[in-house]
């Protein structure tokens, strides 16, 4: 049974809800060996006119992440939607039943008509699900929307990724949402709080441990890539922002600018490391723990 439970990340403005999964080697997001717990979340931004949703969760996690946002949100505000990686289950299977329950304007996505991305129903007549408005933001690197009238939102394309993937730069409270990077550390126990502070100690990110996980999951194939360019455009984003926290899709979040400076460090070496001038590329199957 799932445990779910919601972070309050900066007062009134940024919320994560969290709903917990076992890992159990079935979730492809972790190494087929890891065990323990982990959650897939969802953030909430909000301004004084307006939110935004960053993911809509899996279906399984329905019924609570609509009673998660109950609890933050009037049914009436007007609520945008923006699933990070369009084409992965996390980020859309919420979307109609979060539709129908609020005051959803419209959905960020990169490919026109939103609905067939995310429509799971067949429904007739009257039964028919809302309509949903699609935002096109760009393909380009970075491009920008507005919570509200001014808030300013950073949209990035992933600089590393194996699927269309977006990193989220919230300017005015100085997180990055970094879909499925940085969402490493799982816990043991399953009502964990999801959260390492800036003066707590961050168990598991060293070179070794970050390699292993990259490599045993979706990042297979950067074993043998040319690293350099994906280095250069995870550089460009952590020097151009002032990132005070680390909110990934699954897994613990990380707040302060020593757990930041960190994180990034170690994936440089990794990628440093793993480049072709250095390694040969290979295929290993899943499972195989390198």
């Given at each position: 049974?799932?445990v779910?439970s919601?972070?309050?990340?900066v007062?009134?403005?940024?919320y ?10 079935k979730?492809?997001?972790y190494p ?13 931004l ?14 399984a996690?329905e019924?609570?992440?609509l ?15 923006f699933?990070l ?7 859309v299977c919420?979307?109609m039943a979060?539709a129908k ?9 990169n490919?026109?008509?939103i ?17 949903l408005?699609?935002?096109?933001v760009?393909r380009?690197?970075?491009?920008q ?11 990035l394309?992933?600089?590393i990724?194996?699927i ?5 730069y919230d ?6 949402f970094?879909?499925?990077?940085f ?7 399953e009502?964990?709080?999801?959260q390492i ?7 598991v ?5 970050v ?11 950067i074993?043998?890539?040319h690293?350099?360019?994906i ?12 990132i005070q926290t680390?909110a990934?899709?699954y897994?613990t ?18 990628l440093?490391?793993?480049d072709?001038?250095h ?6 199957p899943r499972?195989?723990e390198?």
């Amino acid at each position: 049974m799932s445990v779910s439970s919601v972070t309050e990340l900066v007062a009134g403005k940024v919320y994560a809800l969290h709903n917990t999964f076992e890992l159990n080697g079935k979730i492809s997001a972790y190494p087929e060996k890891a065990r323990g717990f982990s959650p897939a979340n969802c953030y909430l931004l909000i301004d004084e006119k307006a939110a935004m949703l960053l993911d809509t969760g899996y279906t399984a996690h329905e019924g609570a992440i609509l009673e998660q946002l109950d609890s933050l949100l009037d049914r009436e505000m007007p609520l945008s939607i923006f699933p990070l990686r369009i084409n992965e289950f996390m980020s859309v299977c919420n979307t109609m039943a979060i539709a129908k329950r609020f005051n959803v304007v419209e959905c960020f996505s990169n490919v026109p008509n939103i609905e067939e991305w995310v429509e799971f129903e067949t429904l007739r007549g009257e039964e028919r699900n809302p309509i949903l408005k699609t935002t096109l933001v760009g393909r380009g690197e970075q491009s920008q929307v507005f919570l509200g009238e001014k808030r300013k939102i950073s949209v990035l394309t992933a600089p590393i990724r194996l699927i269309s993937t977006r990193w989220i730069y919230d300017e005015s409270s100085k997180i990055l949402f970094s879909s499925d990077m940085f969402s490493h550390i799982w816990s043991d126990f399953e009502n964990s709080p999801w959260q390492i502070g800036n003066n707590e100690t961050d168990p598991v990110t060293d070179f070794k441990f970050v390699r292993s996980y990259l490599l045993n999951t979706r990042y297979w194939w950067i074993e043998g890539a040319h690293t350099k360019p994906i280095r250069n455009a995870i550089d460009d984003i952590y020097t151009r922002f002032n990132i005070q926290t680390i909110a990934p899709g699954y897994g613990t979040i990380l707040r302060g600018r020593n757990h930041v400076v960190n994180q990034f460090k170690v994936l440089d070496e990794v990628l440093e490391k793993l480049d072709r001038q250095h390694i040969l590329p290979a295929y290993v199957p899943r499972g195989l723990e390198r």
